[in-house]
C-alpha cells in the first residue's frame, strides 16, 4: 500500500515541561499509548492543529526512547501560540518522520564529538546526544558547547543538570549572553567560547542555532584548523508538504525537507547563499 | 494507424463522452478557449493553446486532502475521497502533453502523491498536433515536436480528416471505442503535415532558444548573476507566470473552517509572492529579484540538475503572451546564457 504522505496521524499530547519564557516541551504518543513512528537524530515531524496550522518540528527525543517522541517549541507564531496555549489531553495530528538524519550510525561512529547549539537550536541536538549517550561504547569524547540569552533561556537546562554533566566522558559548556546574579557560569556569545576553549581539531561538529551564531562559529572553527567536511548542520526553512513537492524550502537544485535538514558544511557551501 | 472523416468529429467527441467525463478546448463566453467538459453541440475550439494549461485535470488548482472533525480536545481524520472516475482529455497539445511528463517527475517520485497518481492513472490524454505554431511558441527548444505530439493517443487533422494513433494501452481503448466510426489509412497524410508543420515552427521568431550552459554545472555562476536585479527590476509580483505555467507545480496547504469541521485543503502557489518563503524568523527571498530568480534557476536550472537535464518549461509561450510587463523565460534565457557561454 502506498504511504499517505499527506494525511496525518493522530497524536496525544501526555506531557507538557515549561522550559524558558517561550519554550515548551510536549510530549507526544499515540492513541494507542505507544510512539506514533520510529525516527534518527535530525528528522523531523509535521505537528499540526486543524484549524490553525501545521510546521515542521524537530523531534528533540531520542530514538532510544521507546516510549514517546518530544518537541521543544519556540512560541513564535500562529501555531506555535496555539501549541503553548494547549493543556495535557490535546489531541494533535502528526506525519512523519521526514529528512535526512545525522549520520550517527556512519560517519558518526568511533569519532570524538562536539555539540555546539544556540538558544533553541538545541532542540534537534538534543537528540543527537542523547542518542550518543545511550550509545555511549560507540563514540568517543563528548564535548557540548551550549549558550543562550541568559540562564533562564537554556533549554534542558535540568537535564543538562542532573544528566548531562554527571555523564562519564562529557563536558559539558555552558554560557550566557550577558552576566547575571544567580549565574557564575562563563559569560559571552558561543562562537567567541569556542575559541576560548579551542577543542582539538578531530572532533566531528554538530553545530545548530540562529544563523549569526553559525556563521562565527564556523568561522571560529576553520581558524582552529577545522575543515567544512568535519561540520554538520541542520536547517530550516518554510515548508508545507514535508517530501520535495511543494517548492518552497529549496536551496539551490536541494529541498530542505527531503536532502537536508542536516547538511555538511561543505554540502552547503557549494550551494547558493539563499537560506 | 486508423482516420476518421472530419465531419464525423461531433460523432467521435460523442461516442467517448457518453460513457464517461471528456474535455475539450472549447470558447467559454469570452471567446477565451478553456478545457470544458463535452455535452451534445458543443463545438471544439480552433484555438492551438488553452488559456489555462491543463495541468488541472491532474494537480487542480484546490483540492481537498483531508478532513477533521474537532470536538474539545478530540480530533477525528477523515479521508475525503471517493472513488476516481475515468476521463479523456482531448485535443492536448505536444506542450501541455509534455508537461504532464514534467509533473510526473515531481508527483510521482517517491513518497508518490497518491491524489495527483490516481489522477493520472484514470485520465487519457488524446492529443492534437499542431499545423500552425503562434509567434510565442517555443516548444522546439525543450525537444518538442510540435508535430508528433505524445500522450496515450495521438491526433492529426486536416480538412478532410482525423487520423488517429495508440501509444498506450490507454490509447488502445481510447480507439476501440471510435472503432465504429474509423477506417484504416492516413501515414501519408499524417507525414506531409508533420512535415510543413516541421517547417512551419522552424521559422518561429523564438525557435533558435538556445539552453546551452543551462545545467547543473553553472548553478552558482547563474544564480550570482548580476543580471537578475535588472531583469526582475519592473516584475509586479503578480503570480500570473505561474499560474497559466503547464510545469508550476508548487502548492500551499491550508485549513478552512466549515462551520462542521475542517477541511484541509491544498492549492496552487507561486513562488512570486512574498509569503511564499516567510517563516517566523524571517524571509530568504526578501524582495522580488529573489523570488523572479526563484522561478527562473528552478525551470531553467534547478529541475533540469535533479532531472537528467529534464527542463520545468515546455515552451507553450503562455506566460509569454499574459506577462503584464511582457517579461518571460525567452528573454530571461538569452539574458542569462551570457554568463554561461
Same mark, same amino acid.
Not at chain 1, 92 to 119: C, M, N, Q, S, W
Not at chain 2, 305 to 324: E, F, I, M
Given at each position: 500500500?502506498?504511504?499517505?504522505?499527506?494525511?496525518?496521524?493522530?497524536?496525544?499530547?501526555?506531557?507538557?515541561?515549561?522550559?524558558?519564557?517561550?519554550?515548551?516541551?510536549?510530549?507526544?504518543?499515540?492513541? +494507542?499509548?505507544?510512539?506514533?513512528?520510529?525516527?534518527?537524530?535530525?528528522?523531523?515531524?509535521?505537528?499540526?492543529? $486543524?484549524?490553525?496550522?501545521?510546521?515542521?518540528?524537530?523531534?528533540?527525543?531520542?530514538?532510544?526512547?521507546?516510549?514517546?517522541?518530544?518537541?521543544?517549541?519556540?512560541?513564535?507564531?500562529?501555531?506555535?501560540?496555539?501549541?503553548?496555549?494547549?493543556?495535557?489531553?490535546?489531541?494533535?495530528?502528526?506525519?512523519? $518522520?521526514?529528512?535526512?538524519?545525522?549520520?550517527?550510525?556512519?560517519?558518526?561512529?568511533?569519532?570524538?564529538?562536539?555539540?555546539?547549539?544556540?538558544?533553541?537550536?538545541?532542540?534537534?541536538?538534543?537528540?543527537?546526544?542523547?542518542?550518543?549517550?545511550?550509545?555511549?561504547?560507540?563514540?568517543?569524547?563528548?564535548?557540548?558547547?551550549?549558550?543562550?540569552?541568559?540562564?533562564?533561556?537554556?533549554? +534542558?537546562?535540568?537535564?543538562?543538570?542532573?544528566?548531562?554533566?554527571? +555523564?562519564?566522558?562529557?563536558?559539558?559548556?555552558?554560557?550566557?549572553?550577558? $552576566?547575571?546574579?544567580?549565574?557564575?557560569?562563563?559569560?559571552?556569545?558561543?562562537?567567541?567560547?569556542?575559541?576560548?576553549?579551542?577543542?582539538?581539531?578531530?572532533?566531528?561538529?554538530?553545530?545548530?542555532? $540562529?544563523?549569526?551564531?553559525?556563521?562565527?562559529?564556523?568561522?571560529?572553527?576553520?581558524?582552529?584548523?577545522?575543515?567544512?567536511?568535519?561540520?554538520?548542520?541542520?536547517?530550516?526553512?518554510?515548508?508545507?508538504?514535508?517530501?520535495?513537492?511543494?517548492?518552497?524550502?529549496?536551496?539551490?537544485?536541494?529541498?530542505?525537507?527531503?536532502?537536508?535538514?542536516?547538511?555538511?558544511?561543505?554540502?552547503?557551501?557549494?550551494?547558493?547563499?539563499?537560506? | 494507424? /486508423?482516420?476518421?472523416?472530419?465531419?464525423?468529429?461531433?460523432?467521435?467527441?460523442?461516442?467517448?463522452?457518453?460513457?464517461?467525463?471528456?474535455?475539450?478546448?472549447?470558447?467559454?463566453?469570452?471567446?477565451?478557449?478553456?478545457?470544458?467538459?463535452?455535452?451534445?453541440?458543443?463545438?471544439?475550439?480552433?484555438?492551438?493553446?488553452?488559456?489555462?494549461?491543463?495541468?488541472?485535470?491532474?494537480? =487542480?488548482?484546490?483540492?481537498?486532502?483531508?478532513?477533521?472533525?474537532?470536538?474539545?480536545?478530540?480530533?477525528?481524520?477523515?479521508?475525503?475521497?471517493?472513488?476516481?472516475?475515468?476521463?479523456?482529455?482531448?485535443?492536448?497539445?505536444?506542450?501541455?502533453?509534455?508537461?504532464?511528463?514534467?509533473?510526473?517527475?515531481?508527483?510521482?517520485?517517491?513518497?508518490?502523491?497518491?491524489?495527483?497518481?490516481?489522477?493520472?492513472?484514470?485520465?487519457?490524454?488524446?492529443?492534437?498536433?499542431?499545423?500552425?505554431?503562434?509567434?510565442?511558441?517555443?516548444?522546439?527548444?525543450?525537444?518538442?515536436?510540435?508535430?508528433?505530439?505524445?500522450?496515450?493517443?495521438?491526433?492529426?487533422?486536416?480538412?478532410?480528416?482525423?487520423?488517429?494513433?495508440?501509444?498506450?494501452?490507454?490509447?488502445?481503448?481510447?480507439?476501440?471505442?471510435?472503432?465504429?466510426?474509423?477506417?484504416?489509412?492516413?501515414?501519408?497524410?499524417?507525414?506531409?503535415?508533420?512535415?510543413?508543420?516541421? /517547417?512551419?515552427?522552424?521559422?518561429?521568431?523564438?525557435?533558435?532558444?538556445?539552453?546551452?550552459?543551462?545545467?547543473?554545472?553553472?548553478?552558482? =555562476?547563474?544564480?550570482?548573476?548580476?543580471?537578475?536585479?535588472?531583469?526582475?527590476?519592473?516584475?509586479?509580483?503578480?503570480?500570473?507566470?505561474?499560474?497559466?505555467?503547464?510545469?508550476?507545480?508548487?502548492?500551499?496547504?491550508?485549513?478552512?473552517?466549515?462551520?462542521?469541521?475542517?477541511?484541509?485543503?491544498?492549492?496552487?502557489?507561486?513562488?512570486?509572492?512574498?509569503?511564499?518563503?516567510?517563516?517566523?524568523?524571517?524571509?530568504?527571498?526578501?524582495?522580488?529579484?529573489?523570488?523572479?530568480?526563484?522561478?527562473?534557476?528552478?525551470?531553467?536550472?534547478?529541475?533540469?540538475?535533479?532531472?537528467?537535464?529534464?527542463?520545468?518549461?515546455?515552451?507553450?509561450? /503562455?506566460?509569454?503572451?499574459?506577462?503584464?510587463?511582457?517579461?518571460?523565460?525567452?528573454?530571461?534565457?538569452?539574458?542569462?546564457?551570457?554568463?554561461?557561454?
Amino acid at each position: 500500500m502506498t504511504q499517505e504522505t499527506l494525511i496525518p496521524k493522530l497524536g496525544v499530547v501526555t506531557d507538557i515541561r515549561i522550559d524558558t519564557p517561550d519554550i515548551k516541551t510536549f510530549r507526544v504518543v499515540g492513541l +494507542d499509548g505507544k510512539k506514533v513512528f520510529d525516527h534518527m537524530p535530525g528528522q523531523c515531524a509535521m505537528l499540526s492543529i $486543524p484549524g490553525v496550522g501545521e510546521a515542521m518540528f524537530s523531534i528533540t527525543s531520542s530514538p532510544t526512547n521507546t516510549e514517546y517522541m518530544e518537541f521543544s517549541i519556540k512560541k513564535c507564531g500562529c501555531l506555535t501560540d496555539w501549541l503553548h496555549q494547549m493543556d495535557v489531553g490535546q489531541q494533535i495530528t502528526i506525519r512523519g $518522520p521526514y529528512g535526512k538524519h545525522f549520520p550517527v550510525e556512519e560517519e558518526f561512529r568511533g569519532k570524538d564529538l562536539l555539540f555546539v547549539a544556540g538558544g533553541v537550536g538545541l532542540a534537534p541536538v538534543r537528540s543527537v546526544i542523547n542518542y550518543v549517550r545511550a550509545k555511549r561504547e560507540n563514540y568517543g569524547r563528548i564535548m557540548i558547547v551550549y549558550g543562550s540569552r541568559s540562564k533562564e533561556d537554556l533549554l +534542558d537546562y535540568d537535564e543538562i543538570l542532573s544528566e548531562w554533566m554527571k +555523564d562519564e566522558g562529557v563536558e559539558v559548556y555552558l554560557t550566557i549572553d550577558r $552576566p547575571q546574579d544567580d549565574w557564575d557560569g562563563h559569560v559571552g556569545f558561543v562562537p567567541n567560547y569556542v575559541k576560548e576553549l579551542a577543542p582539538a581539531k578531530d572532533y566531528t561538529v554538530i553545530l545548530c542555532g $540562529p544563523p549569526i551564531m553559525i556563521k562565527f562559529t564556523l568561522q571560529g572553527l576553520k581558524e582552529l584548523g577545522f575543515a567544512e567536511t568535519q561540520v554538520y548542520t541542520t536547517m530550516e526553512l518554510r515548508m508545507k508538504c514535508g517530501v520535495g513537492k511543494c517548492g518552497r524550502c529549496n536551496i539551490g537544485n536541494k529541498y530542505v525537507c527531503k536532502d537536508g535538514p542536516v547538511f555538511r558544511f561543505d554540502e552547503l557551501s557549494q550551494l547558493p547563499s539563499e537560506y | 494507424m /486508423r482516420k476518421i472523416a472530419k465531419e464525423k468529429l461531433g460523432a467521435l467527441l460523442a461516442a467517448v463522452g457518453r460513457d464517461k467525463p471528456l474535455y475539450i478546448p472549447a470558447l467559454d463566453a469570452s471567446g477565451q478557449a478553456r478545457f470544458t467538459r463535452w455535452h451534445e453541440g458543443l463545438e471544439m475550439a480552433r484555438a492551438l493553446n488553452t488559456v489555462r494549461s491543463a495541468k488541472d485535470f491532474f494537480f =487542480p488548482q484546490t483540492e481537498n486532502l483531508v478532513d477533521f472533525k474537532v470536538k474539545g480536545k478530540q480530533i477525528e481524520i477523515i479521508d475525503p475521497r471517493s472513488e476516481q472516475e475515468d476521463f479523456v482529455l482531448f485535443g492536448v497539445r505536444a506542450c501541455d502533453a509534455r508537461s504532464f511528463e514534467i509533473l510526473d517527475k515531481v508527483f510521482l517520485a517517491d513518497p508518490v502523491d497518491t491524489y495527483y497518481q490516481s489522477r493520472r492513472e484514470h485520465g487519457t490524454v488524446v492529443t492534437l498536433a499542431c499545423t500552425q505554431p503562434e509567434e510565442t511558441c517555443f516548444c522546439s527548444a525543450f525537444g518538442i515536436d510540435a508535430a508528433a505530439p505524445e500522450g496515450d493517443a495521438q491526433v492529426w487533422m486536416d480538412e478532410e480528416y482525423l487520423y488517429l494513433s495508440a501509444r498506450t494501452q490507454k490509447g488502445d481503448k481510447f480507439l476501440e471505442s471510435v472503432r465504429a466510426l474509423a477506417e484504416d489509412g492516413g501515414e501519408d497524410a499524417v507525414q506531409r503535415q508533420q512535415e510543413e508543420t516541421r /517547417r512551419v515552427m522552424a521559422k518561429t521568431p523564438l525557435a533558435g532558444l538556445n539552453l546551452e550552459g543551462f545545467d547543473g554545472e553553472h548553478l552558482n =555562476p547563474l544564480f550570482d548573476s548580476e543580471k537578475w536585479a535588472e531583469l526582475s527590476q519592473a516584475c509586479l509580483g503578480c503570480g500570473t507566470c505561474t499560474f497559466v505555467c503547464p510545469t508550476c507545480q508548487c502548492y500551499d496547504i491550508r485549513d478552512f473552517d466549515t462551520g462542521d469541521g475542517v477541511r484541509r485543503f491544498r492549492c496552487w502557489d507561486s513562488c512570486m509572492y512574498s509569503d511564499f518563503t516567510k517563516m517566523a524568523h524571517g524571509n530568504p527571498r526578501l524582495t522580488q529579484v529573489e523570488r523572479f530568480r526563484q522561478r527562473f534557476m528552478h525551470k531553467l536550472v534547478y529541475f533540469p540538475a535533479n532531472n537528467d537535464g529534464q527542463y520545468g518549461c515546455v515552451g507553450c509561450g /503562455r506566460c509569454l503572451s499574459k506577462c503584464p510587463i511582457s517579461m518571460n523565460i525567452v528573454k530571461v534565457a538569452k539574458e542569462l546564457s551570457k554568463e554561461v557561454r
